[in-house]
Nanobody, 126 residues
């Protein structure tokens, strides 16, 4: 069992920055892959960024490359997402997720993540 609690969401103007943090606890075997996903109103959930084994592999969605940075602090047991140059289309609920062994598809895809946080709202305005 893994417990994930997101924080750091809020409202920001376009071009601004936010830092999301996810407090992580529980079974380390189910934390081999850690990621951030988001879901905007009326849209499907999409992967934003992910880490495998703490950085052996890193994934970023094309839409956030160069603007978002995912990082893991093992001492603090947190997974962070630094979001810069925010755009209106970044508005969504952001979820932290973790997973262990691969289940299907590419390693960073949602089916491989079995534990999810409750989400934190990010709203970008003009």
């Amino acid at each position: 069992q893994v417990h994930l609690v997101e924080s750091g969401g809020g409202s920001v103007q376009a071009g601004g920055s936010l830092r999301l943090s996810c407090a992580v606890s529980g079974d380390t075997n189910s934390r081999r892959r850690m990621g951030w996903f988001r879901q905007a109103p009326g849209k499907e959930r999409e992967g934003v960024a992910a880490l495998f084994l703490g950085g052996v592999s890193t994934y970023y969605a094309d839409s956030v490359k160069g603007r978002f940075t995912i990082s893991q602090d093992n001492a603090k047991n947190t997974l962070d997402l630094q979001m810069n140059s925010l755009r209106l289309e970044d508005t969504a609920i952001y979820y932290c997720a973790s997973g262990g062994l691969a289940r299907s598809g590419s390693w960073y895809e949602a089916p491989n993540f079995i534990y999810w946080g409750q989400g934190t709202q990010v709203t970008v305005s003009s």
